[in-house]
């Protein structure tokens, strides 16, 4: 269609028009007051704002809430006052698929942390784990503190935190919390695991190894060491979002399950 000058001039107002829409109306307003006074960390204005009518789950850009922003800065009250009226601990971002929490522990504020986990222990594995890789004590007692980290979690913090001589504390902690090692497997048993798994929509493949009793995962660019459950079933000890449960058929391994979050994919051997 060829464009009239009318027609150009119409677009035009149309685009100069719905951001002036948007402008005018109040209740978009008072969010983008509400985002603008958790960045700088005012939770007087906070609460103003919200006292006004803000909306304390207004969605942002890839659907962040007001939350997000005040956990990935730091300010621990705004924090507790967004929780206090209403705010969802547990809201992802269309993006990234995290949640606030994830953003406080990125950028290391504990007290946030520990606020949201007060609301919501949904958080408390990853920080657990997070904890305990960086060394940072303070984040393993405040997910230890909530009474909700399961066993197998504990066992994949005590298998992370390993020999290290810096994290004997933590391991203590842990082991005091009830932490067990993970279960003894038959040597002869994980030499048999050891080969090539191939299978899935579109194909994928991953390679197991066996390197000082450990079996390990390669595959698509990375690798990661794998802590037994039992006997067939391993996971990564600092990611309980991926499970490999062995298959053996008449004394052979004939493939595996590689479950990561909700979908499990099954794997021949090929060699």
């Known amino acids: 269609m060829r464009l009239t000058r009318i027609t150009l001039a119409a677009l035009f107002a149309l ?3 719905a951001p002036a829409a ?3 109306d109040p209740k978009q307003a008072l969010d983008e007051q509400l985002y603008e006074a958790v960045r700088k960390g005012d939770a007087a204005e906070v609460r103003a704002v919200l006292d006004r009518g803000a909306d304390v789950n207004a969605k942002f850009r ?14 621990t009250e705004v924090v507790k006052l967004l929780i206090e009226r209403g705010a969802d601990v ?18 290391g504020h504990t007290g946030a942390v520990r ?28 997910a230890l503190d909530t009474g909700k980290v399961p066993a197998e979690t504990l066992t994949g913090a005590l298998v992370t935190a390993g020999s290290d ?17 993970p279960p003894e497997v038959d040597a002869g048993a994980l030499r048999s695991y050891v080969g090539k798994y191939r299978g899935g929509e ?28 039992d006997q067939q079933t391993f996971r990564p000890p600092d990611f309980a979002g991926m499970r490999i ?18 979908n499990t994919t099954p794997l021949k051997r090929v060699d």
């Open 15 to 17: 685009a100069l028009a």
């Open 22 to 24: 948007a402008q005018a």
């Open 62 to 75: 890839y659907g962040a809430t007001a939350l997000f922003k005040a956990a990935e800065r730091g300010h």
């Open 90 to 107: 547990n809201v992802k971002d269309t993006f990234y698929g995290a949640t606030a929490i994830s953003w406080a522990l990125q950028k």
């Open 115 to 142: 606020a949201i986990l007060a609301k919501s222990a949904e958080g408390a594995d990853d920080v657990l784990l997070a904890g305990v890789d960086s060394g940072n004590m303070e984040l393993v007692t405040a």
């Open 165 to 181: 001589e810096k994290k004997a504390p933590i391991v203590e902690v842990l082991k005091k919390a009830g932490a067990q090692p």
């Open 202 to 229: 579109p194909a994928r493949e991953i390679n197991i190894t066996l390197k000082d009793g450990k079996l390990s995962l390669a595959g698509g660019g990375g690798s990661t060491t794998l802590m037994p459950l």
């Open 245 to 262: 449960t062995f298959k053996v058929e008449g004394g052979k391994v004939t493939g595996l399950d590689l479950k990561q979050g909700a």
